[in-house]
């Protein structure tokens, strides 16, 4: 009969909880998707998430111009400001006067820029005017309603309404 030593029985003991946690700590390692690495198609490049500019399609002529796109020497000269874009400023602000009294000088003064951007998107060109001079707002309300003039003047506490003017630069 064999007799077993104490020391065989432990290191065989030792070498079992070995395999074991081994075993264990390359099963934690695995991928437990069950799919095959090799047949797992390659991941794909993120989708851009901006629009192309024109930086992107240097030779592409097929933009519509834009207003701003224009030289100072392409837009329309101060006089050329038509009579229907004149009159769409007088309403823009007569409509805003009585917000603009309500609101106090400081916070009218914004309001005041945002009817003025406002018109100036609306008519083609004539963004690149008041860039060129600022006073073409009081030019035009002078002319078409100066009324309309005197009461914003009055509620935005300005002398003269291109001195109320931001953003145009």
Do not use: K
């Amino acid at each position: 009969m064999r007799t077993s030593h104490p020391g065989r029985r432990s290191s065989r003991a030792r070498l079992a909880v070995g395999v074991i946690l081994a075993a264990a700590l390359l099963g934690a390692c695995t991928d437990d998707s069950g799919d095959d690495p090799a047949t797992t198609p390659p991941m794909q490049p993120p989708v851009p998430t901006t629009a192309p500019t024109d930086r992107d399609y240097p030779d592409r002529d097929d933009r519509t111009p834009d207003a701003d796109d224009r030289s100072p020497e392409e837009a329309p000269a101060v006089d050329e400001v038509s009579p229907a874009a004149a009159d769409q400023l007088c309403d823009m602000m007569r409509a805003d006067i009585g917000t603009w009294q309500d609101q106090g000088s400081t916070v009218a003064r914004v309001t005041f820029n945002g009817t003025v951007h406002n018109w100036a998107a609306q008519n083609e060109g004539i963004n690149v005017v008041i860039i060129r001079d600022r006073s073409i707002v009081d030019t035009v309300t002078i002319q078409n309603c100066p009324e309309v003039r005197d009461q914003a003047l009055d509620a935005l506490d300005l002398s003269d309404l291109a001195s109320g003017l931001a953003g145009f630069n």
